[in-house]
């Protein structure tokens, strides 16, 4: 129940903040203040939502109080009649605003992150669309003034990835990218076809946030460290040099590799990025596996088996099916036109909260 004394509550805990992060010995300690800060701001905006519903409530109630008080004169009266009319309209409004300021933050939402794209079934055809994927997203970095750097990449021969993998950098990157995770498929004539039937291919996006050292502890002897000679395109020797890293986490069998850069150091540093940000991932999930119901029914559910959308160029259209999105404008999203798909994913995924916190409440 959003009343005063909930309103001072909120500002009581908004000083009790404040008074913390003044303290000298959290100022020398980075993380601790990122916490503080975040909670800060997440309670001043739930406090200013409440504020506004609070008085909206008031003046529809003098408003009434008014308009029932015989005494009132005309012209108060019409005040009133605007007023209240005006507040209840607002109401519903700032009523929203408020549970979804209430959704607790995801802690990775400012996080950036580390993508993976790789063919699926298809053939060279899911190559090349795995390549116009990571044009895609790309295009969408640079228009975003994200900065994208590639990590370890595996060429196909008739052109696109069989794999890549890339960091994406930036301000609320993963809360941006993390509905991207899962199934793509693709629907259109192959270059190759020469009797113009529309094939179908597919190309997975796993989405990760990646993590600092300090969030995810790694153990040295945990760690089996290969190094080879990295490969180009066609086969062809990048260097001449065992540069190339792969590292293999023996407990839990996961092996990631990176080969772009020319230093092994670099190397090994990208791939324990990877390494990171992919137990961390497996980690979430095992922690929210006795929640499975509920995830499933989340839009970016991480499921990479789930076919999560449609790119169908014979007729210009995407679309979305976890939640019905189709757009005619296939053309300008592989131009990075990315947008009104994101935002039309994290409205609908906030109404899935928004409704799963109302019935927890009730």
Known sequence: MIDRAYLDSLRARTSELETEMSQPGVAADPNKMRGLMQDYNHQKE??????????????????????ADSDTDAELKEMAEMELAEATEKLPAAEKAIMIALIPADPADSKNVIMEIRAGTGGDEA?????????MYSRYAEDSGLKISVMDVNFSEAGGYKEVVFSVEGEDVY?????????????RVPETETQGRVHTSAAT???????????????????????????????????????AIRITHLPTGTVVQC??????????????RVLRARIYEEQQQAQEAEQAEARRSQVGSGD?????????YPQNRLTD???????????????????????ALYEHDVELKMKSQTEEMA
């Open 259 to 272: 080969q772009d850069e020319r230093s092994q150091h670099k190397n090994k540093a990208a791939a324990m």
């Open 175 to 187: 809360k941006k990218l993390k509905y991207e995770s899962g199934t793509h498929r693709v629907q």
């Open 46 to 67: 739930i406090a200013a939502h409440a504020k506004t519903f609070l008085t909206l409530q008031d003046t529809i109630t003098e408003s009434r109080e008014l308009l």
């Open 321 to 343: 099916h976890r939640i019905n999105l189709t757009l005619y404008k296939l053309d300008r999203v592989m131009e990075g036109d990315l947008n009104e798909i994101f935002q």
């Open 205 to 243: 996006v796993a989405v990760l946030a990646e993590v600092e050292a300090v969030d995810i502890e790694i153990k040295n002897e945990d760690l089996k460290i290969d190094t080879y000679r990295a490969q180009g395109a066609g086969g062809q020797h990048v260097n001449t040099t065992d540069s």
């Open 127 to 135: 190559a090349i669309f795995a390549g116009d994927l990571y044009r």
């Open 304 to 312: 990479r088996s789930e076919k999560i959308r449609t790119y169908n």
